[in-house]
């Protein structure tokens, strides 16, 4: 299995994702890695720390760095573990990268998505969205964080177009997606609603 988690900084992925690998270890019987992007491998910090805290870049410049951190993910990371019949579960990937890049001035969402495209990058089996309301998750990255990132830096109005951006994504392909509507939900509650629903499509791809 390969299971992408998505949504707007501040909306709990990680700490879902960690839950999620055990629940699959378990479930499947096979050892399960989770990752992350940008920098997911072995000295992908460097080009994580340039992307997220560097100066601001021209959004394709920052675009082509996001897929040039992927291709090296996916080469030296995803493609090698599954290969190995691992499961993968990774934080943000093709759809973070259509979310947040399309959600610039420069950049329109039918020419990013033609560039993610051409990547050809494999696509997971199922996509996760968290989707939790904007000044929910703002708030919980500005208690968490006195150092934020570029992304985090720009706050609500960038969070709630990418937000809309996510749900119009998910929307789009419904067959791939569990949504999980995280609003007023408690952790557990968040874990119980993604679990029942990926019981569904496991038991379905059996
Ligand atoms: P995170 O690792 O804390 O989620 O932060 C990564 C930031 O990078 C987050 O603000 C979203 C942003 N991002 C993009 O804009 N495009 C991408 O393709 C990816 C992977 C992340």
Redesign the pocket.
């Known amino acids: 299995m390969f299971i992408t988690m998505e949504g707007?900084?501040g909306c709990g992925?990680?700490t879902q994702s960690a839950r999620l690998a055990e629940w699959l270890e378990a479930e499947t019987g096979r050892k399960t890695i989770r990752t992350?992007?940008?920098?997911g491998w072995p000295e992908g910090d460097s080009l994580?720390e340039f992307?997220?805290r560097g100066k601001k870049l021209g959004d394709m410049t920052?675009?082509l760095l996001?897929?040039a951190?992927?291709a090296e993910h996916v080469k030296r990371v995803i493609l090698p573990s599954l290969r190995q019949g691992l499961n993968v579960i990774c934080?943000?990937?093709?759809d973070?990268?259509l979310?947040?890049?399309s959600s610039g001035q420069e950049l329109n969402p039918a020419h990013v998505r033609r560039i993610i495209r051409s990547c050809n990058f494999p696509e997971p089996n199922v996509k996760i969205l968290m989707d939790i309301s904007p000044e929910i998750a703002m708030s919980r990255v500005k208690s968490r964080s006195s150092n934020p990132?570029?992304?985090?830096a720009e706050g609500l109005p960038l969070m709630r177009t990418?937000s809309s951006f996510y749900r119009l994504i998910a929307e789009d392909q419904k067959e791939k997606y569990i949504v999980i509507k995280c609003d007023g939900l408690s952790e557990d509650e968040v874990f119980a609603s993604m679990i029942a629903a990926l019981e569904g499509r496991l038991w379905r791809s059996r």
């Open positions: 707007i900084d992925k990680s992350y992007e940008p920098g994580r992307i997220l920052e675009l996001f897929l951190d992927r934080e943000r990937y093709n973070s990268t979310a947040y890049q990132d570029k992304f985090e990418v």
